[in-house]
């Protein structure tokens, strides 16, 4: 499990030789102050899952992961505002370390816009012989690589003990997934997990027949991607809860798996047999939770925190973000956990190829607001997309104690009763 940390380093000062280093062993010998070190690998590869012909993966302590493939999608202006948000400075001696060609593609950006202090160390990761961090269940977040693996009965690591399962979900009628799917896929109507009036989870005997109608067992191994993640991960958190051991999402989703170039096919998957789940649903209730327990969260900042995962603009009250909620605030007490432009987009948590971002920049911008993972914490978002992709990375990063408050500001807004607040608020750093 890796120490998760932000690099915000102080300006480096003059020295009198150079800072140099051409393998790992030698660059960690540096200090760490003076330096910055960029993983310009995937976000798979930085977050544990070894390179082809490797035996382990993970990062340099202390990397940043810049992945030299997003240059292809960024213009100067977002490249800098990308580099600003992963906290690489300017003028700071820079190791980067990644396949040559990769190297050398962000290189010549890099020194385009005046980082030009930069060294490469072409050693393999595999070869340090110190620590690697990586993230405590990068097993759980896939690669496109290692499903295909997978899906072909080819030898894979970390592969599913007693059969698996490929999901596509998506909110409604599975008109583009009937054009086009990973290979063997079945298809997850959100509808059949969450019902009106709040969008919350369904009953749980609703619920036992949809799992059922899968041909999911509390030991099958569940790997879910959407066209649009937020709805795979909110069937992650739910099927967690019912007590499926083994969920696993996809990471970057569905453009993951067209980026890589594999084959997909097209028309409806059944399960071939329904089955019985093995264990009472819900197994894990803890995992989602309702108003009473989020109001119990409150009660107590210091140990617990409610994380509301919704854009500023939603936070301090000037949009609902929705059409069909009309109240407009957030939840008294709550702290806010990032999120992204508006109700439908989370580019706070993801990267340009809407992987997940490093975990090191979630746990700064959450202990920012008093959120740590020795807490009780529950996230929230509207109806609980958003707070169940944040739980979901919340878990592979290593936290324990987490879970998602189901209804949300919908329905928390929904009775006046519930403490609601509106206007700019800052972190409390008492």
């Excluded at 298809?187 to 027949?209: F, G, H, M």
């Amino acid at each position: 499990m890796f120490s998760v940390r932000r690099l915000l380093f102080p300006l480096i000062t003059l020295v009198s030789t150079p800072l140099m280093a051409t393998t790992f062993d030698e660059l960690a010998k540096l200090p760490p102050s003076d330096i910055q070190v960029i993983d310009c690998r995937s976000s798979n590869n930085y977050n544990g899952w070894p390179e082809a012909s490797q035996t382990r993966g993970g990062h340099f302590p202390g990397a940043i992961n810049f992945d030299s493939d997003w240059l292809s999608t960024l213009r100067p202006p977002h490249l800098e505002q990308l580099l600003q948000s992963k906290g690489i400075e300017l003028t700071k001696p820079t190791f980067l370390y990644c396949e040559p060609e990769k190297a050398n593609v962000l290189l010549k950006q890099l020194d385009s816009i005046g980082i030009n202090n930069v060294s490469t160390i072409s050693q393999k990761i595999s070869d340090y012989s110190g620590q690697l961090d990586h993230l405590a269940k990068f097993e759980k977040l896939v690669t496109p690589q290692w499903l295909k693996q997978v899906i072909d009965g080819e030898q894979a690591l970390y592969a599913p003990e007693k059969g698996f399962k490929v999901v596509e979900v998506a909110w409604g009628p599975p008109t583009k997934y009937l054009a086009a799917h990973i290979p063997g896929s079945l298809y997850l109507n959100t509808n059949n997990i969450e019902s009106e009036p709040w969008w919350n989870r369904v009953d749980d005997q609703k619920l036992a027949e949809t799992i059922k109608q899968l041909g999911i067992r509390f030991d099958t191994t569940v790997v879910l991607y959407g066209r649009d993640n937020t709805a795979a991960a909110r069937a992650a958190s739910i099927l967690m809860y019912a007590g499926v051991d083994d969920v696993r999402l996809l990471n970057g989703g569905w453009k993951s798996w067209v980026n890589a170039g594999y084959r997909t096919e097209p028309m409806l998957n059944k399960a071939p047999k329904h089955v019985d789940f093995g264990r009472p649903i819900p197994s894990r209730p803890e995992l989602i939770i309702d108003v009473p327990e989020a109001r119990a969260i409150l009660d107590d900042p210091e140990h617990k925190s409610l994380v509301s995962i919704r854009s500023w603009e939603e936070y301090i009250g000037n949009t609902s973000g929705y059409k069909y909620i009309k109240p407009k605030g957030r939840i008294t007490g709550s702290k806010w956990g990032h999120a992204g432009s508006d109700a439908y987009h989370l580019e706070d948590f993801r990267n340009p190829d809407d992987t997940m971002i490093s975990a090191d920049i979630i746990e700064a911008f959450w202990k920012d607001w008093g959120i740590n993972e020795l807490q009780k914490v529950s996230f929230y978002c509207g109806t609980g997309w958003r707070a169940s992709e944040t739980f979901f990375y919340a878990y592979v990063m290593g936290w324990e104690d987490i879970s998602v408050f189901d209804g949300g500001w919908f329905e928390w807004s929904g009775d006046p009763a519930n403490p609601s607040s509106k206007g700019d608020v800052a972190p409390d750093h008492s």
